[in-house]
Nanobody, 121 residues
């Protein structure tokens, strides 16, 4: 069984910084993609940033230049460094990973439970 556990959310003033972490655990054979999505109240869940096993990254236009995604493959962990935070960054942030489990035959998407990020003006 595979599990994603996020940490690092909280309340911060506009212009501040936060670092989110997401650790994948369980019977993992390989991780293809790890990334972050966010969902504000009443809105759909949107991509924030993703990192592939090949080292490429992709960001939503709204966070380019402010957020940085990184991975520690030895720890099966992905990070999201968020700087110059704005009130519109307020949302629940979800970790996502595409994982091939031990003994598995196909890649599956897993989600964390979400962590709240609130940016006050």
């Amino acid at each position: 069984q595979v599990q994603l556990v996020e940490s690092g959310g909280g309340l911060v003033q506009a212009g501040g910084s936060l670092r989110l972490s997401c650790a994948a655990s369980g019977s993992i054979f390989s991780i293809m993609i790890m990334g972050w999505y966010r969902q504000a109240p009443g809105k759909q869940r949107d991509l924030v940033a993703v990192s592939t096993s090949g080292g490429s990254t992709n960001y939503a236009d709204s966070v380019k230049g402010r957020f940085t995604i990184s991975r520690d493959d030895a720890k099966n962990t992905v990070y999201l460094q968020m700087t110059s935070l704005k009130p519109e960054d307020t949302a629940v942030y979800f970790c996502n990973a595409r994982i091939l489990a031990m003994g598995g035959v196909s890649w599956k998407d897993y989600w964390g439970q979400g962590t709240q990020v609130t940016v006050s003006s």
